[in-house]
Structure formats: C-alpha cells, structure tokens
C-alpha cells in the first residue's frame, strides 16, 4: 500500500498532534543506518528526534515555536542541533 492510515497520539505537553511511534520508526529504519542524521523539518514534540536517537541516529530538529524547542530539549539526550 502506499497510503497509510495512523492517528496521531496524545502527548502530555503543549502539542496538539503527536506522531505515533509506529509511523515514525518503519521511516526512520527504511532511509537511514546507524549513525545517520536524520531531518525533521517541522519538528513539533521531538517525537521524530526522540526515537531517532533511540535507533541509534543523530537528529537536526527545525522548530520554529519556542515552547515545543524546550519540549524537545527534555525529551532527548543529544546536544544542541536546533
């Protein structure tokens, strides 16, 4: 199939549509080995980061709201990168 159907999840914080790790994760593994850097672009929650660094990749996160910033900051370990 080449269109799939996820909801998005709940999250705690301030963002309102949070991608569930099941979308995430199968993108992640099919464009990158371990060690690569992955883009997110409208980073939101960090969650795309998150996992990311879970799998074993760095991550360059674009985020134009501060608050989600500081959001993404708590949920990962990586330094800098924003």
Known sequence: KDVWEINTSSF??????VFPRKLVVPAIL?????????????AGSGTTCRLAQELGRKWVAIELNPKY?????QQTSQQNLF
């Open 12 to 17: 705690a914080g301030a963002h309102f549509a």
């Open 30 to 42: 099919a464009g990158s080995k371990p060690n690569d850097v992955v883009l997110d672009i409208f």
């Open 69 to 73: 910033a500081e959001i993404i900051k």
